[in-house]
């Protein structure tokens, strides 16, 4: 059996570090708007789909589960952000949409990649090699549980 590596050399924990100084980053402009990360993923998600989406739909392309989706979807037509509404033919599916509302947050929100271009410092082709990096690696690693 080989030692464990230390923390700081664990890709695990060198990608859930990142990510806690992403949310950072962005956390004040999200603040201002007044939605959290999971919301402005779901914007995101919503942004190019007019008919919008479902329920499972958003949890697929998020890789969450419906669960923790639906309650998000709720909260947002809380706040008057999307509309849900359940698809008469299958009364198990929820379809999410943008509400004139959502689409001017997703608008005043836009691409928040900048941010981190700004903060990081690192040159914007390096990010997206890093960032295809990493999709490669979730690619690779979703497989392995399918």
Do not use: H
Request: glycine share 6%.
């Amino acid at each position: 059996m080989t030692d464990p590596l230390p923390l700081d050399d664990q890709l695990c924990f060198s990608l859930y570090a990142a990510t806690i100084a992403i949310n950072r980053t962005y956390k004040p402009m999200l603040d201002r708007l007044g939605i959290t990360y999971p919301q402005f993923l779901v914007l995101m998600t919503l942004s190019d789909a007019a008919e919008g989406r479902t329920i499972g739909a958003i949890a697929d392309r998020l890789a969450l589960e419906p669960s923790t989706i639906t309650p998000l979807a709720k909260r947002m037509e809380a706040a008057g952000l999307v509309t849900r509404v359940r698809n008469p033919a299958d009364e198990r599916q929820v379809r999410v949409c943008l509400t004139d509302a959502g689409r001017a947050r997703w608008a005043e929100s836009g691409c928040l990649a900048p941010m981190i271009v700004a903060r990081s410092g690192m040159a914007p082709e390096r990010l997206a090699a890093l960032n295809a990096e990493v999709t490669a690696l979730r690619s690779a690693l979703a497989k392995g549980l399918t």
